[in-house]
């Protein structure tokens, strides 16, 4: 009976957490409950455990073995030991990309501090990619497919990997010495413990949600400056510092070594002495109590945060410090060559860091990028300032508002004077009045900028019913966009599992009945969600209305006839509807397997597709409405476009297609890249259409002259030779198009061209041999200031229409070329074996 009695009482310890009488244990009908509650408490450990992720469980202390795993996935993470720190995938904000990264674990909007990247751009991965821990190479990232996205380096004999409470990833062998650690591979971030020695550089990210290489750098230079620099995108050619330490060394003190950011919290520049140079004098803030943290931002501020622990209420991050002390004013041409905003905007500082805004009569070209070009909302033209000046503009004035870098002329001059002579020059958009001096300046404005020292009036020209335009409310600090959101970790609790027969019988009956559970619901969810998808399903007749019974046909090609329609809504959302040809036969399941493929699409330079129409013989799917039409339309116009805005639209087609290609849960292969479905949006940004549909479609429904898909000009020449067909034909197409995109011409223009030129591949190829890249402009001078540029463009499309497929570059390396990140060789011939000479 003690045995027993012993026994009991150590089961009821275990239940309660505290020793029982032995009077309570030795009443049966107490026992009898008790064993109940156990029951009871157990089933619902069981039902818990299924919600914790099966990382978290693997977590050990911060250490990983070899042969561990991530899957990109929310709360897809391993711990460091305290809590502190994740490392695993974080989901892109609007996106359904994911960035293996590290950030701070108890921070509700889960700051960023390391990611993987290519070099310039960063290690995105699709659902479903894993990175693994391996032994003879270390973190290898995979996407769904297999294919290796990116790896922590040339590294062999891995048997742990380690994140340490400094935020700090390292990859360690059996005795613990360290071969590849984050700390090493600086990205946007430093943290305490971590520094930055002589040829080791920050770089900022492209945007608050953009993670691409952003064009501002911090350098620690091999003479010992700290310079922070504007970089000329796509080389990495650096302009004069805006900001440096002077660290160089001289008779008074010797040069510095490196950056140090101090386990206290201190960041200085150690000299060869060993002295310290503090970067800029700031309060105190100890790590025990704050988070820490030095950022190179994308807007070119290389701040340090500070974050409370156990903060109370809705905390933020905080600037400690920053440098420069006002980069408004820092990053101007005659500096650094390129200025924080954009083209046309204006540059104010709050709160240490730069706010953009467009002028009165401008508008952001993008939307989604504040701190980017503005755009005029008129063309300013001096015909039509002949006929009377007074019934086109009027004048608004801004205090303290200067571009500095558009002058034309300089005059003595009163602010009557100065606001009068530039309204009556058709060449002047901005007249700035300042000690007695009148600045006309003339389009395009750089480096716009407000500062209370100038106590200067800008006089801006806008053209009238553009005036009443509100300049766009500087936005608050605290309301920034964070650059990722997730969902707070489960806090997950150690809890101790009994191994009594009765409990092993309950935990399997539990497992079981999970299973049973899961399958069939997830059985009646795949039966019941045909398109698991968030599109619309419209009927044939709401879709009717919405077009006015079909009545404004936007256009019509292979893929059927597109018109103009509105959604009813409380606002009223225009839609472009495209009714589509003849599916191919037994095409139902092929329908609705595309348009899952095309809905789950999520990308700045795809069209957004909204919904479609199943309904008797009609298929119908519906897009987003864009209002300035197709590239084709664009390009081929009277007027020729600028020079600037060209190459934006073929980055962004490019980027697309890299989407297509390489990013999106599966592949797709568009088969008809050409002008006409590539359509631009209110900020003339590329947005590619018709991708994915060529399945859809019978064989014969997109043909020219042979069994093909694709049009006539763009189609790459292994259609006709009976050759697979891979991602490599849009490749082909999209060179065809980056050279209509750099000529403003058609790639088959029989009507104008009777000669040789008629044929726009074989024409350009033969202007690059014979060094006349000028007439492949025609002499645009924008062009022609830029003609390394425009060489490399005409170099990298001449390697995308390689008769070879296996000659040409993927999208991937295609993008990198465009950006100068890859190097771009002397292409061959094009077409070898098809020319003479």
């Known amino acids: 009976m003690a045995v027993v009695h012993t026994s009991l009482r150590n089961t009821a310890t275990w239940v309660r957490g505290t020793y029982v009488s032995q009077v309570v244990i030795a009443q049966p009908h107490l026992l009898q409950q008790m064993q109940m509650a156990f029951t009871v408490r157990l ?88 990175v693994n821990l391996t032994a003879a190479s270390g973190l290898v990232l995979t996407s769904p497919q297999g294919a290796q996205l990116w790896k922590s380096g040339s590294i062999s004999g891995v048997a742990f990997g380690v994140l340490n409470d400094t935020g700090n990833f390292v990859l360690e062998d059996d005795n613990s010495e360290s071969l590849w650690e984050t700390f090493d591979n600086l990205t946007h971030t430093i943290l305490p413990g971590q520094d930055i020695g002589k040829g080791g550089k920050l770089w900022s990210q492209q945007s608050e949600t953009n993670f691409s290489k952003g064009r501002f750098e911090l350098r620690m230079q091999d003479d010992g400056n700290l310079v922070l620099v504007t970089i000329n995108l796509p080389t990495e050619i650096a302009n004069n510092p805006y900001y440096a330490s ?45 988070y820490l943290r030095a950022t190179l931002n994308f807007d070119g501020v290389f701040a340090k945060y500070a974050h409370p622990k156990n903060p109370t209420g809705n905390v933020s991050w905080s600037i400690v410090s920053s440098v420069p002390d006002n980069i408004c004013s820092a990053t101007t041409v005659e500096y650094s060559g390129l200025a924080v905003c954009g083209l046309y905007s204006i540059c104010t500082l709050q709160d240490q860091r730069p706010t953009c805004e467009c002028p009165p009569g401008y508008s952001l070209l993008d939307s989604n990028d504040p701190n980017g070009n503005c755009k005029p909302g008129f063309v300013p033209s001096c015909e039509d300032e002949l006929n009377s000046t007074t019934d086109i503009y009027e004048v608004q004035m801004l205090n303290n508002t200067d571009w500095p870098n558009s002058d034309f002329l300089q005059f003595p001059s009163t602010p009557e004077r100065c606001n009068q002579s530039c309204f009556e020059d058709c060449l002047c958009a901005v007249a700035i009045y300042r000690i007695e001096t009148c600045w006309k300046k003339k389009l395009p404005l750089s480096n716009g900028r407000v500062d209370s020292r100038l106590n200067s009036q800008a006089f801006i020209k806008v053209r009238k019913g553009n005036s009443t335009q509100q300049v766009p409310q500087t936005p608050n600090p605290d309301d920034r966009k964070k650059t990722i959101k997730s969902k707070t970790l489960m806090p997950v ?49 709401e879709l009717e209305e919405a077009t006015n019974g ?52 999520h990308h700045k330079n795809l069209v957004h597709l909204v919904g479609y129409c199943e309904e008797g013989q009609q298929r119908m799917l519906v897009y987003e409405f864009l209002s300035n039409g197709t590239l084709a339309s664009f390009l081929f116009a009277d007027t020729r476009p600028s020079w600037r805005l060209r190459i934006e639209i073929a980055y962004g087609v490019a980027k697309g297609l890299l989407y297509l290609h390489e990013q999106c849960s599966t592949q797709i292969i568009h088969c008809d890249i050409k002008p006409q479905n590539i359509l631009l949006d209110d900020y003339y940004n590329a947005r590619i259409s018709d991708f994915g549909l060529a399945k859809l479609l019978m064989m014969n429904q997109s043909k020219t002259h ?88 005409v170099m990298v499309a001449i390697w995308c229409i390689q008769e070879d497929p296996l000659l040409r570059p993927t999208m991937r390396t295609v993008v990198r070329m465009l950006e100068g990140v890859v190097e771009v060789k002397n292409p061959p011939c094009p077409s070898p074996y098809s020319r003479i000479g």
């Open 43 to 130: 089933l619902l450990l069981i039902s818990s455990l299924f919600l914790i992720p099966v990382a978290v469980l693997a977590q050990t202390n911060g250490r990983v073995s070899v042969g561990a795993s991530l899957s990109a996935s929310a709360n897809s993470s391993w711990l460091s030991p305290s809590g502190h720190f994740a490392f695993g995938f974080q989901q892109l904000e609007n996106s359904d990309l994911f960035l293996l990264s590290v950030w701070y674990a108890k921070i509700p909007d889960r700051t960023i501090v390391w990611y993987a990247n290519n070099g310039d751009s960063p290690a995105v991965a699709a659902k479903g990619s894993l």
């Open 246 to 290: 002077d660290t160089t060394g001289d008779s008074n003190s010797s040069a510095g070594t490196k950056l140090e950011f101090s386990s206290s919290g201190y960041m200085y520049i150690l000299r060869e002495n060993g002295e310290k140079f503090t970067i800029k004098e700031a309060e105190t803030v100890s790590t025990r109590s704050f």
């Open 493 to 541: 609790e150690s809890i101790l599992l009994g191994t009594s027969g009765f409990v092993n019988f309950m935990l399997i009956a539990a497992v079981c009945l999970g299973c049973l559970f899961i399958f069939r619901k997830n059985h009646v969810r795949c039966t019941q969600n045909d398109l698991d998808t968030n599109l619309h399903s419209f009927s044939y007749k």
């Open 550 to 601: 079909f009545e404004e046909e936007l256009g019509r090609g292979s893929f059927g006839v597109v018109y103009k329609g509105k959604i009813e809504t409380s606002s009223g959302v225009e839609v472009a509807v495209k009714k589509l040809s003849s599916l191919m036969q037994d095409g139902e399941k092929e329908f609705k397997t595309e348009v899952n493929v095309i809905g789950r699409t």
């Open 706 to 793: 042979t069994v093909i898909r694709g049009t006539k000009g763009y189609v790459a020449p292994e259609w006709f030779r009976n050759m697979p067909i891979t991602t490599k034909v849009d490749v082909y197409s999209f060179g065809v198009v980056l050279l209509e995109v750099i000529c403003c011409r058609r790639s088959v223009d029989m009507e104008n061209y009777t000669d040789k030129r008629a044929i726009l591949t074989d024409w350009v190829y033969d202007c690059y041999r014979g060094g006349l890249l000028e007439a492949v402009v025609d002499n645009e001078i924008e062009a022609l200031h830029e003609k390394t540029k425009l060489e490399r463009f």
